[in-house]
Nanobody, 123 residues
Framework: QVQLAESGGGSVQAGGALRLSCAVS????????MGWFRQAPGKERERVAN???????SYAESVQGRFTISKENAKNILYLQMNSLKPEDTAMYYC?????????????????WGQGTQVTVSS
């Protein structure tokens, strides 16, 4: 069982930056894919970024070049650095993990989820 806990959300103005953290209850080795998802009111949950056990990353087109996903394996922490934030980035952000090397963009493939952290970007 893997437990996830997000932190670092908040309110910022457009153009600002935030760094989200996800504390993972135990070491997730190369057989796990980790990711960040977000869900805005009235919208479906969407994939923001993934990182697999080999460190390979993938991003949604809407955040490419602005967000960076990374892992600190020694501390079991997943990060999402968000720069040049836009009002449309406003959402609840979730950390997720799945058993398996492959990363997928659909949330249904992820077994483990955190409770979420709110990010609000004002114009």
């Amino acid at each position: 069982q893997v437990q996830l806990a997000e932190s670092g959300g908040g309110s910022v103005q457009a153009g600002g930056a935030l760094r989200l953290s996800c504390a993972v209850s135990r070491y997730t080795d190369s057989t796990y894919c980790m990711g960040w998802f977000r869900q805005a009111p009235g919208k479906e949950r969407e994939r923001v970024a993934n990182i697999n056990g080999d460190g390979r990353t993938s991003y949604a087109e809407s955040v490419q070049g602005r967000f960076t996903i990374s892992k600190e394996n020694a501390k079991n922490i997943l990060y999402l650095q968000m720069n040049s934030l836009k009002p449309e980035d406003t959402a609840m952000y979730y950390c997720a993990a799945r058993d398996g090397v492959a990363c997928y963009s659909l949330s249904q493939y992820y077994r483990y989820w955190g409770q979420g952290t709110q990010v609000t970007v004002s114009s």
